[in-house]
């Protein structure tokens, strides 16, 4: 199973200030057809997860863009430009590049 | 819009058979690239079950492949997971969700969750 390993597992956050979290997989992420598929996901408390990112980079619909996902093959970054009181909660990063797909253990972000 | 509601019993019994459905509305089952089960201990992450593609092609997660059993019912628009021989670590809030082409292959849609609890 590829693993994938996020950090922080918190982070205490200011209104207004960006955020950034981290996940690593210990495998490369590139499909044999050439697509990452490393997605995040943010779970509010007593909510299911929502998809923010699919594919590295690209918003789900109707996701804020002070939302932003990059990186490639093993390293993979969740930016959030100005933390908004909304965005409370646990982020997600996972894989589907090969099975069994599999979750990062999340990351707790809260505020300040 | 398409919606996913998961539905069964909210407790079982060890060594039982948990069996839980999810029903879609808002578009055809057969319209997606594949339906899958996410599980979440009490406090704890998520973990793949497994997934079903509408021609009925099954993965399971190797941890309980021998136990799982995910099928999809297109008559009645719905697809259901069956996991056997349960433990108390079996118990979890289980979620269904939509893996959708056009959302990357991620799992863009997702049930509100139902909460499993395996004790006698």
């Known amino acids: 199973d590829i693993v994938m390993t996020q950090t922080p597992l918190s982070s205490p956050v200011t209104l207004g200030q960006p955020a950034s979290i981290s996940c690593r997989s210990n495998?490369?992420?590139?499909?044999?057809?050439?697509?990452?598929?490393l997605s995040w996901l943010h779970q509010r408390p007593g909510q299911p997860p929502r998809l923010l990112i699919y594919?590295?980079?690209n918003r789900f619909s109707g996701v804020p863009d002070r939302f932003s996902g990059s990186g490639a093959g093993t390293d993979f970054t969740l930016k959030i430009s100005r933390v908004e009181a909304d965005d409370v909660g646990v982020y997600y990063c996972?894989?589907?590049?090969?099975?069994?797909?599999?979750f990062g253990q999340g990351t707790k972000v809260e505020i300040k | 819009q398409v919606q996913l509601q998961e539905s069964g019993p909210g407790l079982v019994k060890p060594s039982g058979t948990l069996s839980l459905t999810c029903a879609v509305s808002?578009?055809?089952?057969?319209?997606?690239?594949?339906w899958s089960w996410v599980r979440q201990p009490p406090g704890k992450g998520l973990e793949w079950v497994g997934e079903?593609?509408?021609?009925?092609?099954?993965n399971y997660s190797p941890s309980l492949k021998s136990r799982v059993t995910i099928s999809l019912d297109k008559s009645k628009n719905q697809f259901s997971l069956k996991l056997s021989s349960v433990t108390a670590a079996d118990t979890a809030v289980y979620y269904c969700?939509?893996?959708?082409?056009?959302?990357?292959?991620?799992?863009?849609?997702w049930g509100q969750g139902t909460s499993v609890t395996v004790s006698s």
């Open positions: 079903i593609y509408p021609s009925g092609t099954t």
């Open positions: 808002g578009g055809s089952i057969t319209n997606s690239n594949s």
């Open positions: 969700a939509r893996e959708y082409h056009a959302s990357g292959d991620a799992l863009d849609i």
């Open positions: 594919k590295i980079s």
């Open positions: 495998q490369s992420l590139v499909h044999k057809d050439g697509s990452t598929y």
């Open positions: 996972m894989q589907a590049t090969q099975l069994p797909q599999t």
